[in-house]
T-cell receptor, first 114, second 111 residues
Framework: KAGVTQTPRYLIKTRGQQVTLSCSPI?????VSWYQQTPGQGLQFLFE???????NKGNFPGRFSGRQFSNSRSEMNVSTLELGDSALYLC?????????????FGPGTRLTVL | DAKTTQPPSMDCAEGRAANLPCNHS???????VYWYRQIHSQGPQYIIH???NNETNEMASLIITEDRKSSTLILPHATLRDTAVYYC????????????FGTGTRLQVTL
């Protein structure tokens, strides 16, 4: 079974631009979560989607948004990029969203904002 | 999530057992303890989880104290590839997706 895939793996943008990151979950997984990882703040939860609906949300500004498609693939968007948005963005999937099972993480997208 | 406390770093010789401790004194009765690890530049990888009883899988063993206030992750025969940051997490039951990763323990396995 293929793992979680994220595209692109690396991205360089400038301040003020917007960016869209993509995540394809493991086949059959319907829950997708997004995390931001920076050296200073560590791994922080952004949001989770299940059945095309946002189920949980972390403490990030409205510039961070996401969506999920009917095939469970998910995208996250960051508008008006700031230097502090430079980070590794990780996507994780699991079969459902209530049960306590492990999450499977993708390799991440490393975003650099100049 | 229940707060967890881990030592910032540990060393282990290759072939020896690595015992990584975690304190979670505020954990409630229905909160599981999860362990993940993150090898440099990769996404976190699930290792094991448990509630009350000790657990073992092909990667590791998890020992949870009877009062559930602490646990120990055991890698029985550490290899260089086990060098990583290990995270102990105790998420609230209803928000199992919203994992809160602390700073973890950086395990360095050496020859």
């Amino acid at each position: 079974k293929a793992g979680v895939t994220q595209t692109p793996r690396y991205l360089i943008k400038t301040r003020g631009q917007q960016v869209t990151l993509s995540c394809s979950p493991i086949s059959g997984h319907r829950s997708v979560s997004w995390y931001q990882q920076t050296p200073g703040q560590g791994l922080q939860f952004l949001f989770e989607y299940f059945s095309e609906t946002q189920r949980n949300k972390g403490n990030f500004p409205g510039r961070f948004s996401g969506r999920q498609f009917s095939n469970s693939r998910s995208e996250m968007n960051v508008s008006t990029l700031e230097l502090g948005d430079s980070a590794l963005y990780l996507c994780a999937s699991r079969p459902g969203w209530r049960e306590l099972v492990e999450q499977f993480f993708g390799p991440g997208t490393r975003l650099t904002v100049l | 999530d229940a707060k967890t406390t881990q030592p910032p770093s540990m060393d282990c010789a290759e072939g020896r057992a690595a015992n990584l401790p975690c304190n979670h004194s505020t954990i409630s009765g229905n909160e599981y303890v999860y362990w993940y690890r993150q090898i440099h530049s990769q996404g976190p990888q699930y290792i094991i989880h448990g509630l009350k009883n000790n657990e073992t899988n092909e990667m590791a063993s998890l020992i949870i104290t009877e009062d559930r206030k602490s646990s120990t992750l055991i890698l029985p025969h550490a290899t260089l590839r086990d060098t990583a940051v290990y995270y102990c997490i105790a998420p609230f039951t209803g928000t199992a997706s919203k994992l809160t990763f602390g700073t973890g323990t950086r395990l360095q396995v050496t020859l």
